[in-house]
């Protein structure tokens, strides 16, 4: 099952090594401070319906707070002008709103204000690319709202840059799963690349550092790699959202097939800052925090998400706007969300924290406090770690030289040299001194 993924460990080795032959720079996984940060999804849903306009203002307004919460990335909203509210429609990429005229998080001039005030604080933002389709503001003779011709004449298409089949779309096939709602762009256009290239370093250039791409199933990977490529940002994060395997409503045991997609596609990705929500990792811990923990171990005695084989490249999370917030499509349970967290903010991958969670749950003080015990015990996307207990009723780990915790009813404590540091509802962290 770990084949391709056995496949991207040599090719990363194959790249270091020739990085230290030629002397040449090159990451075969994301920076040292990618690795160790903290990332927060700065919005959820519904947030266009709380400030009414000035969701950025507020993201800005934070900036020294989430810095001592202890976060190093804020995920975006999709900044684009959007059929829908949300953003995840676009039409005109460079349409941001204006102070006149806002877009439903904000004008222009406000997100590059929260940008800056985020950047002052040492923490760097994320674009929400959303480049799998793009609806058009003009129809053809048939009636197809497949042309795309904006005020600023800047990624002016038309039926050519549409994958064929989709919208009366006369490019090529789709490389990816189909977008029903919206034309699908076709990504192999030269011409398509080239303006999207363009906008992105647009945005780099507002202040972005990085992307998180929406709905990545939609085409290829290789061309995730080639706008990473072209745009060089700090790291970029996937969204491949994939069916797990399940008999009935029960989630199987085994989800390697699972996560062997999210290899699969970092394999096919020649990015060198390319990472991918792990969703494995929220599927299988959204059950095991009911008392199944034993499902948090794999045959080898590694964590049985993402971050069991591919660390580095892992983004960890519990809930997002889709799976969780106002839709609820695949939400965690509400009573173990803290559960969650201490699971996430204490094992390898780059762990990401959910605005709701944070201001809307009450759980800030608590996640904090997790955050804090990472950053002390300096925990980051690849520290090894040890499983000492996966039943039912008692999850209980090492992680790296100085964290223990465990989750669950049953008692446990990790030894002589520990102190309890952080603990609430079936959960409980200990830190060991350096000394």
Same mark, same amino acid.
């Given at each position: ?31 040292a ?6 990332? %927060? ?7 266009i +319906?709380?400030t009414?306009?000035?969701w ?43 102070s ?15 940008? &800056?005030a ?15 389709? &793009? ?11 497949? *042309? ?31 977008? $029903? ?5 076709? /990504? ?11 906008? %992105? ?22 061309f995730n ?18 069916? %797990? ?7 199987? $045991? +085994? ?23 792990d969703?494995?990792?929220k599927?299988i811990?959204?059950v ?22 591919? $660390? ?8 997002n ?7 609820s499509?695949?939400?965690? $349970? ?9 699971? *996430? ?17 009450g /759980? ?11 950053k002390?015990?300096?925990? +980051? ?12 009723g ?8 100085y ?10 404590v ?22």
């Amino acid at each position: 099952m770990q084949r391709q993924h056995n496949f991207g460990m040599i090719k990363t080795f194959l790249m270091l090594l020739a990085a230290f032959l030629f002397l040449t720079p090159a990451f075969a996984d994301p920076p040292a401070r990618v690795s160790r940060s903290v990332i %927060m999804q700065g919005f959820g849903w519904d947030s266009i +319906n709380k400030t009414q306009g000035k969701w950025y203002d507020l993201i800005g307004s934070k900036a020294a707070e989430l810095k001592k919460l202890g976060i190093d990335f804020v995920w975006f909203p999709p900044p684009t002008h959007s059929v829908s509210r949300q953003g995840y429609m676009p039409g005109d990429y460079y349409d941001l709103g204006t102070s006149a005229k806002p877009n439903f998080y904000g004008s222009k001039e406000s997100l590059v204000a929260a940008i &800056r005030a985020l950047k002052a604080q040492g923490i760097g933002s994320l674009a929400d690319i959303v480049i799998n389709h &793009r609806c058009g503001n003009k129809q053809d003779e048939k009636g197809i709202w497949n *042309i795309y011709d904006f005020p600023n004449g800047k990624a002016s298409w038309q039926q050519w840059a549409i994958c064929k089949g989709s919208f009366g779309g006369q490019g090529n096939p789709d490389t990816g799963d189909s977008f $029903p709602p919206a034309p699908d762009i076709d /990504h192999t256009n030269k011409k398509v690349q080239e303006d999207i290239i363009e906008w %992105m370093n647009w945005l780099k250039k507002l202040g972005f550092a990085g992307w998180r791409y929406d709905y990545v199933r939609g085409y290829a990977p290789k061309f995730n790699g080639i706008y990473d490529k072209a745009t060089s940002p700090l790291f970029s994060v996937g969204e491949y959202w994939v069916n %797990m395997n399940f008999k009935g409503s029960e989630l199987l $045991p +085994n989800q390697d097939s699972h996560r062997q997609k999210s290899c699969d596609w970092l394999d096919k990705n020649p990015s060198e800052v390319a990472c991918i929500f792990d969703f494995t990792t929220k599927g299988i811990l959204q059950v095991a925090v009911k008392g199944e923990y034993w499902r948090l171990k794999d045959s080898k005695g590694k964590p049985t998400g993402l971050i069991g084989w591919w $660390p580095a490249r892992a983004v960890t999370f519990i809930d997002n706007h889709d799976t969780g917030s106002k839709q609820s499509h695949w939400p965690f $349970p509400a009573s173990e969300i803290m559960q969650g967290y201490a699971y *996430i903010l204490t094992h390898p991958g780059i762990p990401c924290v959910f605005w709701e969670h944070v201001y809307d749950m009450g /759980h800030k003080n608590d996640i904090a406090k997790l955050i804090q015990i990472r950053k002390a015990c300096k925990i +980051n996307s690849t520290t090894p770690v040890e499983i000492l207990v996966a039943e039912n009723g008692l999850y209980a780990a090492k992680v790296g030289k100085y964290l223990a915790m465990k989750l669950g009813t049953r008692d446990w404590v990790p030894g002589d040299g520990y102190k309890l540091a952080a603990s609430g509802p079936r959960y409980a962290v200990w830190v060991k001194s350096a000394n």
